[in-house]
């Protein structure tokens, strides 16, 4: 008989709703599985583009239940903390409808909901799984600059502690999370699954408008970023070495996406070889792709990344077929492992540029063979279907 799921996390979005997408895209390979799959998520998050306004609806065979939170505007608003505990105190208000669960996922950022989620597990005598994909408390510790002593960090310490003691399963999206788990001083082993692709969708390519195309410059090399535009992404370092590069008239940089720090950056970077694009629907991603020679990635030099990343632009990229230049100073680095690009130091203005010299110096041949590597690798790694699998067989 196969199991009821459900799946905790505040902003597991759709489609539909916006971003982000990892649990829609497993719950989809679960229930395609048998298994019925119910998604508990908040019915604001700064990540989505629409709200729902139904309290449960049945998404592409997922069933959601959207709890009630008010708006907090931006990710950086303090009202945001104040919906972290309204979330998790509503946790322990369910509707009595919902099918009684086999296995509990909690999934949210903020660890606080594994209180209401260890309750209700002993309660159905559920299978309780505590799935982290960003380490919270230590990302603010390191990248928001809270101290340790900070009361809320103190709180999400014993939270996260209380989830790797209690937990039946641990799963991480990070390669190296287990180290961190051994620098808290617990003695636990833990499940790698990655983010991925979903095969499916990214096959369904939608055309980019023709008022767009004509920006695109069709006798340039293009080294291109897509994504959201923020401190996070290090786009500063990859535009320095567009300055560096300005007597190259063979070479322009391109930046699809929107975000806090774009207007910034196009005030302090304006050149003939830079061009902004504004954000483009995700099904047109592959098409947008299919127009640059190089693909980047950049990362801020961080301690927390030495326990691995897993970003879902790198996977896109990896599907287009499109040598990848990854700033990268952290661990578990699936360009090098794939060699579908060229990995350098983050924040390093000189390799960046020296990166993409050395990639336009190739052949069209070289670089076509760097970018089948990673599809290759992206296909038999890091499908949803193959991931959900690995969930399974936790399960």
Same mark, same amino acid.
């Given at each position: ?52 306004? &139904?309290?449960?609806?049945?998404? /592409?065979?997922?069933?959601? @239940?959207?709890? &009630? ?24 208000? #369910? ?29 159905? !005598?559920? &299978? ?40 039946? $399963? ?20 833990? *499940? ?6 979903? #095969? ?7 055309? @980019?408008?023709? !008022? @767009? ?31 560096? #590069? ?15 720090? &774009? ?14 694009? /504004?954000?483009?629907? *995700? ?30 632009? @790198? ?26 690009? $060229? ?24 670089? *076509? ?27």
């Amino acid at each position: 008989m196969k199991k009821n799921i459900w799946i905790i996390n505040e902003y597991a979005g759709t489609p539909k709703y916006g971003m982000e997408f990892r649990h829609y895209y497993l719950a989809k390979e679960l229930v395609k599985a048998g298994y019925t799959t119910t998604i508990i998520s908040a019915s604001y998050s700064h990540l989505f583009q629409n709200f729902p306004k &139904k309290k449960m609806e049945s998404i /592409d065979g997922i069933e959601y @239940l959207w709890i &009630k939170v008010f708006n907090y505007g931006m990710s950086n608003n303090k009202k945001r903390v104040l919906k972290w505990f309204l979330f998790m105190s509503k946790l322990f208000f #369910l509707p009595l409808k919902l099918k009684k669960p086999d296995i509990i996922i909690m999934s949210s950022i903020a660890p606080f909901s594994i209180f209401p989620a260890y309750i209700l597990a002993k309660i159905y !005598r559920a &299978k309780l799984i505590f799935e982290v994909k960003d380490i919270w408390p230590l990302s603010l510790i390191e990248i928001g600059g809270f101290k340790v002593s900070h009361p809320l960090i103190k709180l999400m310490s014993f939270a996260e502690k209380f989830a790797l003691k209690k937990a039946d $399963i641990i799963v991480s999206n990070l390669q190296n999370y287990g180290e961190h788990i051994n620098n808290l001083g617990i003695n636990r082993k833990f *499940k790698w699954i990655s983010n991925g692709i979903d #095969l499916q969708e990214i096959k369904n390519i939608e055309l @980019l408008d023709n !008022r @767009l195309i004509k920006k695109i410059p069709t006798d340039k090399f293009i080294v291109g970023y897509t994504g959201s535009i923020g401190v996070a992404n290090a786009l500063e370092s990859f535009l320095e070495s567009a300055i560096l #590069l300005e007597d190259r008239k063979d070479i322009v940089f391109i930046i699809v996406g929107k975000g806090t720090e &774009k207007k910034s950056l196009k005030e302090k970077f304006e050149s003939d070889n830079i061009l902004f694009i /504004d954000a483009i629907d *995700k099904k047109q991603i592959q098409s947008m792709l299919g127009y640059f020679d190089v693909c980047f990635l950049g990362w801020n030099k961080e301690n927390l990344y030495k326990y691995g990343t897993s970003p879902n632009k @790198l996977f896109d990229y990896m599907y287009s077929a499109t040598p990848i230049i990854n700033a990268f100073s952290g661990a578990g680095d699936i360009v090098k492992i794939a060699q579908c690009g $060229i990995t350098v130091e983050a924040h390093n203005t000189k390799e960046i540029a020296d990166a993409i010299i050395k990639l336009n110096s190739l052949s069209l041949v070289e670089r *076509k063979n760097m970018g089948i590597n990673g599809k290759h690798y992206v296909i038999d790694n890091f499908s949803y279907s193959s991931l959900a699998m690995n969930y399974i067989g936790l399960f």
